[in-house]
């Protein structure tokens, strides 16, 4: 894979992030082997991946009024400037799903710890299939997707330079 870097010659890899993905054949089972995130499109094998719906309640309302959406940095390898959720990620080997979500959310919308252990709250799981930006691997992949509720008035700060601005937006 590194000489394969090297040359620029597969363009999945130009997303190196030096991160570690296990190759599994189940998220419970043991990795059959570590390989590059970037690459595991290239292995056609599924990629587990942390999600966050950021949400208020607002006014007399108890169900959720307005949703915290991120634009992507420009400088991102994937979906650059594009819209996103609060906070994502993917799940490194080795990783469990809540503590990649908390750490995602502190390094990309600046969450205080406290708030995430009081509110962060696992709801389900999405899982699909396509085709990476360029084309070159099939993406599989598979999201854990968290809710917290946040207090009106809390305001999302880009910290890791993964985020460039957030919205609040109002749900109809």
């Known amino acids: 894979l590194l000489s394969l870097r090297k040359q620029d010659i597969v363009p999945a890899l130009n997303g190196w992030r ?3 993905f296990a ?3 189940s998220f ?4 059959e082997l570590i390989v590059e995130r970037a690459a595991a499109v290239l292995f056609g094998v599924p990629a587990y991946g942390v999600f966050l719906n950021g949400y208020t309640c607002e006014g007399d309302n108890s169900k959720p009024t307005h949703v915290w959406v991120g634009t992507r940095a420009s400088t991102k390898a994937t979906w650059p400037s594009r819209k996103d959720s609060l906070a994502a990620g993917g799940l490194a ?3 469990q799903a809540k503590q990649a979500m908390i750490n995602e959310c502190q390094e990309e919308a600046g969450i205080p710890h406290d708030m995430l252990t009081e509110n962060l709250k696992a709801v389900s799981a999405v899982s699909y299939t396509g085709y ?3 084309m070159w691997g099939l993406k599989r992949d598979v999201l854990f997707c ?4 946040l ?3 809390f305001r999302p700060t880009p910290v890791d330079g993964e985020m460039d601005s957030f919205e609040k937006i109002p749900i109809l």
């Open 93 to 95: 080997a080795g990783m």
């Open 151 to 153: 207090p009106h008035d």
């Open 18 to 20: 030096d991160e570690p």
């Open 23 to 25: 190759v599994r054949k």
């Open 132 to 134: 990476n930006e360029d």
């Open 146 to 149: 968290f809710d917290l509720q």
């Open 28 to 31: 419970s089972s043991p990795p």
